[in-house]
């Protein structure tokens, strides 16, 4: 406990998965769900159990950055520990289902009872509690293997609140175990929450904590043998006695483990005769323990992957290439379009052709990682669009300049004006449909790379394409476009979805919008002379160059949401990619 404290990160937050030599955190995904949720928990039972307060003072610094930095509405997710503002993950581990016992526990029962809340909302959906779902309720991994976590929860809520809902949470969950888990031979988990599907296996936590929670729920005092109050839960569901407090004193004290971590090395070399030498013969009179060997100091803090990457690099990745997807699938990633414009990329060294392929995918996403950093400390360049027409509009709206085709910026020949038509699809990730010539295509975001809308729109005679953010709550940075090194030989610019909600409304009554391509010169002129309005303040107002993903991006950042995009020609976009790594040890 005391050496993973000390390896919390700047945020009071620690990761997942720890090498047990070196110290160094080999998972640095950090939530409330599986390969992380007993800590959280020992910290505040050791409290409960011990009678120490340091303990209590550890859980509750951790419990405000958990609920401020991994919250996501009535979700808690997974966030990079060093970078909470980076996404690890988007679906939601149902091992964190334990959490709203766990704040009913410390006292947090309103919190508690809206993050069950929306648990409770995925159940009644799905019969049961997929093994992962995404924010919105639905699936992610669909297997189920009737998990505790959630009736431990229940349980929880009911004995604080003493409502006859969880009592009624309770009666659903064993209907629902009853009519879809039972076989002959027991209770079987669930391949496929989708089909009901079962596998063939039954877990030993289904008797020893699921059935356990379940009996608890509906029990009376007068039902249970012993005084519940007079014990704490294990993470296993195990009965503890508060008692040993008392019997101890000052034991956190005597255990403390007598080494200490510098800034970047762990010295472990050990005492002959150790603090916890002396707790352990003391608490179990047993015979001495002798110390494990010294071992050798190690630096880990600083410690990065160097696998050199020799089949794809990031920069040049393009996820509309096949060649480039089968490489990605042997290097055991996987690529996942979203409806909403995001790429998830996720890795898994199992799915990998061989060993050395899944090291490789670890270093590729790391790689993955440091260019969307890289991206994302570029500031986005900036253009203006002039609306012409309707004249009683006329303004100046901000945008995100694209880094292909010609640059409005630096080109007069590129500051084009025309008429705004929207395009056919409207993503324009197909060919399309409709004939553009001397139009302007207004196109949404999302789907396809941002150079894939530009040349479909180009080949359909457009002169020009704006695309717009179709999300109502799309940040309010603009994003500079970058694309695969495929050059469209027609000016593009990117616009929030609250800059073209007047020009949509006005081409759906039928009014033609004329907009004209410019530079801050351009409204400056105007400024001078009295006449439109602008809308937005300079052009270094717009924050963070983040290229676009459009579903096809084919950069990412392991663990994070955000958009990214590759140097050099062959700039490619990532807006809001994650990168997903279920497991990266090779």
């Known amino acids: ?47 409960t159990q011990l009678g120490d307060g340091e303990y209590l003072d550890r859980f509750k610094r951790h419990y405000a950055s958990v609920m401020s930095l991994t919250r996501r509405g009535n979700t808690l997710i997974d966030v990079h520990m060093y970078n909470p503002a980076n996404v690890a993950q988007s679906f939601v581990d149902s ?41 919105d309720g639905e699936g992610y991994w669909w297997h189920h293997f009737l998990r505790p976590e959630y009736t431990e929860s229940a349980y929880f809520l009911h004995q604080a609140t003493r409502d006859d809902h969880y009592l009624e949470i309770g009666k659903a969950v064993l209907k629902n175990i009853q009519q879809y888990a039972r076989v002959d031979c027991g209770f ?12 063939d296996r039954m877990d030993s936590f289904v008797l020893a904590e699921t059935f356990k929670y379940l009996y608890l729920l509906f029990a009376s005092k007068s039902d249970l043998p012993i005084d519940l109050d007079k014990y704490v839960f294990s993470t296993e569901a195990h009965l503890l006695p508060i008692s040993v407090a008392k019997n101890v004193t000052g034991l956190r004290g005597v255990i403390n483990p007598d080494f200490e971590v510098e800034d970047t090395c762990a010295n472990v070399k050990r005492k002959e005769k150790t603090n916890a030498y002396f707790a352990a013969r003391k608490l179990a009179e047993s015979p001495a323990i002798e ?32 060649e480039h997807r089968v490489i990605l699938g042997e290097l055991g990633i996987t690529i996942s379009p979203q409806d909403n414009g995001q790429v998830h990329f996720f890795h898994n060294t199992k799915n990998a052709a061989t060993p050395d392929d899944a090291e490789e995918g670890v270093a590729f996403m790391q790689a993955l990682i440091d260019l969307n950093n890289k991206i994302q400390s570029q500031a986005a360049d900036i253009v203006y669009l002039k609306v012409l027409e309707p004249a009683d509009t006329t303004q100046f709206l901000p945008a995100g300049a694209a880094r292909f085709g010609p640059s409005v910026l630096e080109n007069e020949t590129a500051r084009i004006s025309g008429e705004l038509t929207c395009a056919l699809p409207a993503n324009a990730c197909d060919p399309l449909e409709s004939d553009l010539t001397g139009h302007i295509a207004l196109v949404e975001r999302g789907a396809c790379m941002f150079v894939q809308k530009v040349l479909n729109a180009e080949a359909a005679g457009a002169i020009g394409v704006v695309v717009y953010d179709t999300a109502d709550s799309a940040s309010s940075q603009h994003l500079s476009m970058t694309g695969n090194g495929t050059e469209p030989s027609i000016p593009s610019a990117f616009l929030l979805r609250n800059q073209v909600v007047a020009l949509l409304e006005a081409m759906d009554g039928g009014i033609p919008v004329k907009v004209k391509f410019g530079t801050e ?28 993903q459009d579903a096809a991006n084919s950069s990412g950042a392991a663990g994070q949401s955000s958009e990214r995009g590759a140097s050099g020609g062959a700039d490619e976009s990532m807006a809001d990619n994650e990168i997903m790594t279920e497991d990266t040890a090779p």
């Open 521 to 548: 010169a351009m409204v400056q002129e105007a400024n001078a002379s009295g006449g439109d309005k602008s809308e937005a303040a300079a052009p270094g107002a717009a924050d963070a160059a983040d290229p676009e």
């Open 95 to 135: 091992l964190g289902a334990f959490w709203p016992g766990l704040q009913v526990s410390m006292g947090d029962v309103s919190a508690a009872a809206d993050l069950f809340s929306h648990m409770e909302g995925v159940v009644k959906r799905h019969k049961f509690m997929p093994e992962a779902y995404n924010t």
């Open 188 to 199: 079987a988990a669930f391949s496929d929450l989708r089909t009901l599907a079962h596998d």
């Open 1 to 47: 406990m005391d050496a993973i404290w000390q390896r919390r990160s700047p945020h009071l937050l620690v990761g997942t998965t720890i090498d047990i030599h070196t110290g160094e955190w080999k998972e640095q995904d950090s939530g409330v769900g599986a390969g992380i949720d007993s800590y959280y928990e020992y910290c505040f039972k050791a409290y």
């Open 291 to 322: 110390p494990a060997a010294p071992q050798q100091q190690q630096c880990y803090m600083r410690k990065t992957t160097t696998r050199k990457l020799t089949r794809l690099l990031p920069a040049n990745m393009d996820i509309q290439n096949e």
